[in-house]
């Protein structure tokens, strides 16, 4: 790049007030490096020699004026002015061929979801060639046309965000507007936690005696509020919050992290069980909170800073089955074009058959799993979403394409967004409407996103030149980072108290009072008919059989039947694991087996026949101690599908129940017909499907058994305890006791 000049570009001009060449670049280098190189005339010197050409400033300039004397003011003068053209030009050369290879590096996925432009061709009645690639650079409507960088590329390989909100797979338009669309209003929110107690090591006698003491006081504390403890300390974690965000309205919560940030998100979404108490007023659009938490559970969500998925299922099938359980029955065939729509807005289309994976399965990278996270909350259609973090792992060029579809979803769905980010961009701050600065749990700031900066300027504290506002507005808070005026450093308010103190004194909380009075007023003067047209599009977006005060989509038998269908997906998604048990129950039927055969047909081998059919019985059971670990981690993943109103967690296990009616079958077969033929047993066929059904029976009880326990214990070191024990209760009480003349030696 620096090794050759500009082609045709007469900007330089050197000023005639030194020797015309350079002492270092002398002209028996120059021809012998022409000797070495005769292919190529731009070899010549350390760039590449232009025309003589007369310049504006300085006359004519020669090639061998310019060999060597880019920047160098040992050779003479240097226009100032042109050299910063050039620079400027550099620059843009550089930026064109960064988005070159970004492009090509996306070339894949864009040929495997290029038919999903003929296929909202057809949806929408438009030809896919004449559309134009639109892209909203601005955060008030104004948009700008986008071409496409890469050379030689289709304009259909651009995916129109807009278009497809505009056509109504999110949600119910009526008149070219979403029907969907109601604010949030809290008052004197103020949200209290237990304080947390020290924790240690646990040694194996502290384990032994929790068992049986204070790990089991705390399960059954847990089921039963007359037992818990009422001395616990309590803590403020986020103080009296008052303030408002209209459909429509974007939110950037900002503060350290530990700050209340998580806290308010939960709150102003109704996620509140985690909590000993919750105060204040909260209402949806003149909705309370207890209507919306009971019947319209799903259009407030909260989407969490840790992606936690099934792993072993992978991208497609993710997407695929949250839209099953949000999509109705009628409406189905719109399934594949919106999980394919979801996964080309993050540029997720080439992981399409990958698992998710986590810490201890192989998937896709920690940004795409973070896209996923994202994804999969689109496609819960809800109205009002908080998103927590949700730029962890991805770049900053993906971050802002992230805020730019958030941006477009809410404007055009008249969606209500909240956001809280660690690292937020200046590009991601101007796409916002208001700003939230919290400093350990208290409200310092209010309001407008572009009036932030300059309260707290106003207030007494320096911003850099370089500084972001997200990363001026966050330091604010912080001790060690934040900086003062020249003469303010006494009289700024420091301490989060009077931080809070000096805003609610301040003109910015006082527009907060109006903001809020406004949007009440607008309420009651049109009737809340947003509301009412929110509830009404809710009910026609259910299927027919669900009830009215449900807050589920589908109904009961199409959960069970989306559960099923994802446990099997589970379960040949882990292949692994399915073979090793299959060769486990294979070596032991054979193993075991033969040290039972050839007994004794008379009475001498009556305790041994016991002692085979018991172990038939004991072997699958222990075997199922696996399920112990998919109930456990499957629980976070369940709670969070409970809160998006995707299923009912009795769905879930249903359908485990469904799903273990063949997969046990299988495995009881197996090892049943190695173990009854292989030790003798008599061979009659009623006898054989006795055995095999009190085997089938007894394992699918001490499965159910194991995840009871996985459903009751609060971590899985809790459940395998438990499980362990009720195991062992169940041999020694089962009956097959070995006798005592068998356990004593014979005497002369």
């Given at each position: 790049m620096w090794g050759s000049g500009l082609p045709e570009d007469s900007r330089l001009g050197r000023v005639e007030s030194g020797p015309k060449r350079n002492q270092w670049h002398n002209a028996a280098d120059h021809q012998r490096n022409q000797w070495h190189y005769p292919g190529d005339p731009n070899v010549g010197g350390l760039h590449a020699p232009h025309e003589p050409e007369e310049d504006e400033s300085s006359g004519t300039s020669s090639a061998d004026d310019r060999d060597g004397t880019w920047g160098e003011s040992d050779v003479g003068g240097l226009n100032q002015r042109m050299a910063m053209e050039d620079c400027e030009a550099l620059r843009r050369n550089l930026t064109n061929l960064s988005r070159t290879r970004s492009q090509l590096?996306?070339?894949?996925?864009?040929?495997?979801?290029?038919?999903?432009?003929?296929?909202?061709?057809?949806?929408?009645?438009?030809?896919?060639e004449s559309r134009k690639p639109i892209r909203r650079t601005a955060t008030r409507g104004e948009e700008s046309e986008v071409g496409d960088v890469e050379a030689g590329s289709d304009?259909?390989?651009?995916?129109?965000?807009?278009?497809?909100?505009?056509?109504?797979?999110?949600?119910?338009?009526?008149?070219?507007?979403?029907?969907?669309?109601?604010g949030v209003v809290y008052k004197s929110l103020t949200v209290k936690g237990i304080g947390s107690t020290a924790s240690f090591v646990r040694t194996l006698p502290d384990a032994v005696l929790g068992t049986f003491g204070p790990d089991l006081y705390r399960i059954v504390s847990g089921f039963v509020p007359a037992l818990?403890?009422?001395?616990?300390?309590?803590?403020?974690?986020?103080?009296?919050?008052?303030?408002?965000?209209?459909?429509?309205?974007?939110?950037?919560?900002?503060?350290?992290?530990?700050?209340?940030?998580?806290?308010?998100?939960?709150?102003?979404?109704?996620?509140?069980?985690?909590?000993a108490e919750v105060t204040g007023d909260v209402s949806y659009g003149g909705i309370p909170a207890a209507k919306q938490k009971k019947m319209y559970r799903g259009e407030v969500n909260y989407n969490p800073e840790d992606d936690v998925h099934f792993a072993t299922l992978n991208v497609w099938k993710t997407l695929t089955f949250a839209l099953m359980t949000k999509t109705k029955k009628h409406a189905k065939e719109e399934i594949p074009i919106i999980a394919e729509a979801l996964m080309k807005i993050f540029g997720i289309s080439h992981t399409k058959h990958t698992l998710v994976g986590d810490e201890y399965t192989?998937?896709?990278?920690?940004?795409?799993?973070?896209?996923?996270?994202?994804?999969?909350?689109?496609?819960?259609?809800?109205?009002?979403?908080?998103?927590?973090?949700?730029?962890?792992?991805?770049?900053?060029?993906?971050?802002?394409?992230?805020?730019?579809?958030?941006?477009?979803?809410?404007?055009?769905?008249?969606?209500?967004?909240?956001?809280?980010?660690?690292?937020?961009?200046?590009?991601?701050?101007?796409?916002?409407?208001?700003?939230?600065?919290?400093?350990?749990?208290?409200?310092?700031?209010?309001?407008?996103?572009?009036?932030?900066?300059?309260?707290?300027?106003?207030l007494g504290y320096y911003c850099p030149d370089r500084q972001t506002t997200p990363d001026f507005l966050t330091a604010v808070t912080d001790p060690t980072e934040r900086r003062f005026r020249d003469g303010c450093e006494a009289s700024t308010p420091?301490?989060?108290?009077?931080?809070?103190?000096?805003?609610?004194?301040?003109?910015?909380?006082?527009?907060?009072?109006?903001?809020?009075?406004?949007?009440?007023?607008?309420?009651?003067?049109?009737?809340?008919?947003?509301?009412?047209?929110?509830?009404?599009?809710?009910?026609?977006?259910?299927?027919?059989?669900?009830?009215?005060?449900?807050?589920?989509?589908?109904?009961?038998?199409?959960?069970?039947?989306?559960?099923?269908?994802?446990?099997?997906?589970?379960?040949?998604?882990?292949?692994?694991?399915?073979?090793?048990?299959?060769?486990i129950i294979i070596s032991n039927g054979l193993i075991v087996g033969s040290l039972f055969y050839g007994q004794p047909l008379n009475t001498e081998g009556a305790f041994s026949r016991g002692g085979s059919a018991f172990f038939s019985i004991l072997f699958l059971g222990w075997l199922q101690l696996t399920e112990l670990m998919k109930a456990v981690s499957g629980r976070a993943v369940v709670a969070r599908h409970k809160d998006y109103a995707f299923y009912r967690p009795s769905a879930v296990s249903i359908a485990r129940v469904v799903t273990d009616i063949p997969i046990l079958f299988v495995q009881?077969?197996?090892?049943?017909?190695?173990?009854?033929?292989?030790?003798?047993?008599?061979?009659?066929?009623?006898?054989?499907?006795?055995?095999?059904?009190?085997?089938?029976?007894?394992?699918?009880?001490?499965?159910?058994?194991?995840?009871?326990?996985?459903?009751?214990?609060?971590?899985?070191?809790?459940?395998?305890?438990?499980?362990?024990?009720?195991?062992?209760?169940?041999?020694?009480?089962?009956?097959?006791?070995?006798p005592k003349t068998q356990l004593l030696s014979r005497t002369p």
């Open positions: 590096s996306r070339t894949k996925s864009r040929q495997e979801t290029g038919s999903l432009y003929q296929t909202l061709s057809r949806i929408s009645g438009r030809p896919t304009d259909k390989d651009e995916f129109e965000l807009d278009t497809f909100m505009r056509e109504g797979h999110f949600e119910k338009r009526v008149d070219g507007r979403s029907a969907k669309k109601v818990r403890k009422k001395n616990s300390q309590m803590r403020t974690l986020i103080n009296g919050f008052t303030g408002v965000v209209r459909d429509g309205e974007m939110m950037l919560v900002l503060g350290r992290p530990g700050s209340g940030c998580s806290t308010f998100l939960k709150a102003v979404s109704n996620n509140r069980e985690g909590y192989r998937g896709v990278s920690g940004g795409e799993r973070k896209r996923v996270s994202i994804a999969e909350t689109l496609a819960s259609k809800s109205t009002l979403v908080c998103w927590d973090n949700s730029t962890r792992g991805l770049d900053a060029s993906t971050a802002l394409d992230y805020a730019k579809s958030l941006r477009i979803m809410t404007d055009i769905s008249n969606r209500t967004t909240l956001v809280t980010l660690y690292q937020a961009g200046e590009g991601i701050f101007d796409l916002m409407d208001k700003v939230l600065v919290i400093d350990e749990g208290r409200c310092v700031f209010q309001g407008p996103a572009k009036d932030a900066k300059q309260y707290f300027i106003d420091k301490t989060p108290d009077d931080l809070e103190r000096a805003f609610r004194a301040s003109e910015n909380y006082k527009k907060v009072l109006q903001d809020i009075e406004s949007y009440e007023a607008h309420l009651n003067e049109t009737d809340y008919v947003d509301a009412k047209e929110f509830e009404q599009a809710v009910q026609q977006g259910k299927s027919k059989r669900v009830p009215k005060k449900s807050s589920y989509t589908v109904s009961f038998p199409r959960q069970v039947w989306a559960c099923t269908l994802r446990e099997f997906w589970l379960i040949f998604g882990d292949t692994t694991t399915l073979y090793t048990k299959l060769f009881v077969v197996i090892f049943g017909v190695i173990m009854y033929f292989l030790t003798g047993l008599d061979v009659d066929v009623s006898k054989f499907w006795i055995y095999l059904l009190f085997v089938y029976v007894t394992t699918f009880c001490i499965t159910a058994l194991y995840r009871m326990f996985a459903s009751l214990s609060p971590t899985i070191d809790d459940a395998v305890r438990f499980s362990g024990i009720a195991l062992n209760l169940l041999v020694i009480y089962t009956g097959y006791v070995i």
